[in-house]
């Protein structure tokens, strides 16, 4: 299975699932969506997760993307 990250244009990081996500506790869980959307405006109260903060910070940033060969 390949791996796709996303930059969204001023938006969060989304990255195809589904997940392990293991937290700075170690506990794991599994995320069983299609994709997942991190957070990278920094102004979230759900991190590491996007709760669509970034549009009310009017954060800026490039769309980038990354795909396994
Ligand atoms: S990128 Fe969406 S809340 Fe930070």
Redesign the pocket.
């Known amino acids: 299975m390949g791996y796709e990250i996303k930059l969204l244009e001023n938006?969060?990081?989304l990255v195809k699932g589904p997940l392990r996500f293991v937290d700075s506790t170690g506990k794991e869980q599994l995320i069983e969506r299609d994709w997942i959307?991190l957070?990278?405006?920094?102004?979230?109260q759900n991190k590491p997760f996007?709760?669509?903060?970034?549009r009310k910070v009017n954060?800026v940033g490039a769309e980038v993307k990354f795909y396994t060969p």
């Open positions: 938006g969060p990081i959307a957070c990278r405006c920094g102004g979230s996007c709760d669509g903060t970034h954060f």
